[in-house]
């Protein structure tokens, strides 16, 4: 019976089995780590993407709206002064018929309005002022947001970004036969369709015939420098609304994310409905014959992305925001829409 002899592998095979060991696990972890790290990227993409058209949809539904008031055409007609008929000889005798046009509370605390405070003759509260159904503030800085508006901190403001005030009706008018305590003292536009003023709403009266009452909306958009607290520097569009006779600021904000939005009016000139020229702080002229609007916002990722840097310069319409001076790791993407301004340009054809 013979005996075979048994041999091992040598050291150099050993050496060499465990260099193509180790590089097929170098591969298979390199794949890991950058699936994971492609798979954070996309997901941070993602919900950025998710964030600016989220806000891009919150404001793009005010500025369709802009201008709307109900059945009203012509928002010079509304009255937001009116205290007492006895008392105001520039109220209209028509107005005076009608008693549950007489309104003593509309008139907002100094302390509760949004505007500078300045104004000396009626409507002396900014968030009333019907007639400017838009505001445009281009690029402010903290203190001179603060100063525009009084509501908003200038600690927390985001300098140098755009304020957008939208001023309007809902889109339906309430029930007439509804008396709903929930909404008492909120601020509604009654109107029998050709003469109208603001009031705070009352369940206890009932709306006479020929009457109908649309909530009141002022909704004025900033970006803050941080989300839930200072520490978090996450940029977030923050919309603030007329809530009873005060600006409130709506929890958790629009979206997070968002350091800049910028709005361009497309202006027709001819009255042939296409814009001739866009402009991002038009006057009341232009504004009165505003046809589109420009939506641009520049979002940012949430965290830090891994080994990239963002040095990259993004153009908004007229507005350039250049990161080369100053370059990070958070991923960029600037997003844009364009929607109809109806109300204005129907208004333009009726009067």
């Not at 260099?19 to 699936?35: D, E, F, K, R």
């Amino acid at each position: 019976m013979s005996i075979r002899k048994q041999s091992g592998v040598t050291l150099v095979e050993l050496l060499v089995g465990m260099v193509i060991g180790l590089a097929v696990v170098g591969v298979v972890a390199s794949v890991y780590v950058n699936s994971g790290r492609n798979f954070a990227q996309d997901q941070q993409i993602g919900r950025m993407q998710e964030n600016a058209r989220f806000a891009m949809r919150a404001i793009a539904r005010d500025l369709e709206m802009i201008g709307f008031l109900g059945p009203m055409v012509e928002p010079l007609s509304v009255n937001a002064s009116l205290r007492d008929c006895t008392q105001s000889p520039d109220i209209s005798e028509d107005k005076c018929l009608l008693p549950l046009f007489v309104n003593s509370k509309l008139l907002m605390d100094s302390g509760d309005d949004c505007g500078p405070g300045t104004d000396t003759t009626p409507p002396a509260n900014w968030a009333y002022h019907v007639q400017n159904y838009v505001e445009v503030v281009k690029e402010s800085s903290g203190s001179g947001a603060e100063t525009k508006f009084t509501c908003i901190d200038e600690d927390d403001f985001q300098g140098a970004t755009d304020i957008l005030v939208i001023r309007r009706v809902a889109g339906q008018p309430l029930d007439a036969a509804r008396a709903d305590s929930n909404d008492d003292g909120d601020v509604f536009l009654r109107t029998n369709g050709y003469t109208s003023m603001l009031l705070n709403y009352d369940s206890t009266e009932s709306v006479p015939p020929g009457l109908r009452d649309w909530r009141y909306l002022v909704q004025l958009y900033y970006i803050q420098d941080h989300f839930l607290d200072n520490g978090d520097q996450i940029p977030t569009l923050f919309r603030k609304t007329l809530n009873g006779g005060i600006m409130d600021t709506e929890t958790g904000g629009v979206a997070q994310g968002i350091e800049y939005v910028h709005v361009m009016f497309g202006v027709d000139t001819n009255s042939d409905g296409v814009p001739d020229y866009y402009k991002s702080v038009p006057d009341a002229a232009e504004l009165r014959n505003a046809v589109t609007a420009k939506i641009y916002v520049l979002a940012r990722s949430i965290e830090r992305g891994v080994l990239y840097t963002n040095d990259k310069t993004y153009q908004l319409g007229d507005v350039i925001k250049d990161f080369s001076g100053s370059p990070d790791r958070f991923y960029r993407r600037v997003f844009s829409t364009t929607v109809q301004i109806r109300n204005v340009t129907n208004q333009n054809r009726l009067l």
